[in-house]
């Protein structure tokens, strides 16, 4: 099973930009679609983008399409998150996730499906 370690939060001012990195440990990441979610004060967590093992499906939540670009490259065993025209509506602790399947184009949405959290990463985007 892997470990993941989320970084490259931090403060930034609406219209800029982060990229969020998530190391993972372990031999066979390759195996794991990967997600990024994240939860606001007093909110749901929410899926924000997903992508497959095969690094060729991703998906993401309306709000972000467009701006928010999923990518991982299995030789370093991490998976990235860039964030473009940030919002203040961006703000959240931002978690990334990994679910074994067998199946190499699958994308998963759905929280309950993952098997290991990171321990999240905070963005907060003022105004």
């Known amino acids: 099973q892997v470990q993941l370690v989320e970084s490259g939060g931090g403060l930034v001012q609406a219209g800029g930009s982060l990229r969020l990195s998530c190391a993972a440990s372990?031999?066979?990441?390759?195996?794991?679609?990967m997600g990024w979610f994240r939860q606001a004060p007093g909110k749901e967590r929410e899926f924000v983008a997903g992508?497959?093992?095969?690094?060729?499906?991703?998906d993401y939540t309306d709000s972000v399409k467009g701006r928010f670009t999923i990518s991982r490259d299995n030789a370093k065993n991490t998976v990235y998150l860039q964030m473009n025209s940030l919002k203040p509506e961006d703000t959240a602790v931002y978690y990334c996730?990994?679910?074994?399947?067998?199946?190499?184009?699958?994308?998963?949405?759905?929280?309950?499906?993952?098997?290991?959290w990171g321990q999240g990463t905070q963005v907060t985007v003022s105004s």
């Open positions: 996730a990994a679910a074994f399947t067998i199946a190499p184009h699958s994308v998963i949405r759905r929280g309950e499906e993952y098997d290991v």
């Open positions: 372990g031999r066979t990441f390759s195996s794991y679609a």
């Open positions: 992508i497959s093992w095969s690094g060729g499906n991703t």
